[in-house]
């Protein structure tokens, strides 16, 4: 069963605006990843925050964790049409740093 | 980097054949590398964990003998889909884990299977 569930699964913007996604998982986790993924094709690796951490920047993305909630989010600010794309968040189970389980996905469409 | 790549990018095959995908990490070492199958518009269900040097380990529900892999080097795993049928067109990706390193795994770039 899929351990993340993400919110909303369709978001659709205006270029320039703020996209936020959010992804909740059941258990315990040494980290949780997000992963972007263009239609047909396969997954890049976005950014990456373990379980001590709250928050994390990369470019325009600022990524949240909330342990206590087992929730994190995804913002990808100043979003551009180029970043239409699926996100998917995955984690990673306490005491098995490799294996992850993939949320269910929210599918972005930035409109130019 | 850390590139990791799969061959076929795409395969159409009659139902009742095999089909070996083989997913390579081109310029890394990798122990583990993991087989993720992913329907239209659905999410990527991990299939199995490919061991370098022994037997894989298969998620509940997949069948082993259905798809079968093997983990013969460090940079190749190959999943062979057995008497494929048209349920199991999907779309197949493959990633590894790096040698050393902690928690990132790279991605294959995919391969879409149909099975007519």
């Known amino acids: 069963s899929q351990q993340g569930e993400e919110d909303p699964q369709a978001l659709s ?33 976005l950014i990456l925050i373990r ?8 470019g325009r993305l600022r990524v949240t964790l909330d342990t206590s909630k087992k929730s994190s989010s995804l913002l990808i600010t100043a979003s551009r049409a180029a970043d239409t794309a699926s996100y998917f968040c995955a984690t990673a189970p306490s005491g098995s740093a490799r294996q992850l389980t993939f949320g269910s996905g929210t599918q972005l469409t930035v409109l130019p | 980097g850390a590139v990791v790549s799969q061959h076929p990018s795409w395969v159409i095959c009659k139902s009742g054949t095999s089909v070996k995908i083989e997913c390579r990490s081109l310029d890394f070492q990798a122990t583990t590398m993991f087989w993720y199958r992913q329907f239209p518009k659905q999410s990527l269900m991990l299939m ?15 069948e082993k003998d259905k798809f079968l892999i093997n983990h013969a080097s460090l940079t190749l795993s190959t999943l062979t889909v057995t008497s494929a049928h048209p349920e199991d067109s999907s779309f ?3 990633s590894a884990h790096k040698l050393a390193s902690t928690d990132t795994q790279y991605f294959g770039p995919g391969t879409r299977l149909t099975v007519l």
């Not at chain 1, 379980?51 to 990369?58: A, G, L, V």
């Not at chain 2, 199995?48 to 529900?61: C, L, M």
């Open chain 1, 51 to 58: 379980s001590n951490e709250r928050e994390k920047h990369s």
């Open chain 1, 13 to 45: 913007i205006q270029e320039g605006e703020n996209a936020t996604m959010n992804c909740s998982y059941k258990t315990s986790i040494n980290n949780l990843q997000w992963y972007r993924q263009n239609s047909g094709r396969g997954l890049v690796h």
């Open chain 2, 92 to 94: 197949y990706i493959c």
């Open chain 2, 48 to 62: 199995a964990t490919s061991n370098e040097g022994s037997k894989a380990t298969y998620e509940q529900g997949v």
